[in-house]
């Protein structure tokens, strides 16, 4: 069963950084295109960013230019750098496999204050 565990959000000031971690258990990971999802509160989980088997990413359009996916398919890590931060990046982020979803993390929080 694959478990996902994403780590590295915090608090930070608008216009900072984050580099966000998730690490996938199950050897079909390095096959696997994944996505970043952000949660915000009271709304529904969306895709944010994503990157294929061989490393191809893609951005939702409002993190296109400020966020930078990213994975290493030996220690089954995929990576999501986060720049120039406003407010509205803030969110539970998650770590998936795409196109289907399995069971999801816990998450990490990621609050950008103004």
């Known amino acids: 069963q694959v478990q996902l565990v994403e780590s590295g959000g915090g608090l930070v000031q608008a216009g900072g950084s984050l580099g966000l971690s998730c690490v996938a258990s199950g050897t079909i990971f390095s096959g696997n295109a994944m996505g970043w999802f952000r949660q915000a509160p009271g709304k529904q989980r969306r895709l944010v960013a994503a990157i294929t088997g061989n490393g191809s990413p893609s951005y939702e359009h409002s993190v296109k230019d400020r966020f930078t996916i990213s994975r290493d398919n030996a220690k089954n890590m995929v990576y999501l750098q986060m720049n120039s931060l406003s407010p509205e990046d803030s969110g539970v982020y998650f770590c998936?496999?795409?196109?289907?979803?399995?069971?999801w993390g816990k998450g990490t929080q990621v609050t950008v204050s103004s």
């Open positions: 998936n496999l795409l196109p289907d979803q399995v069971n």
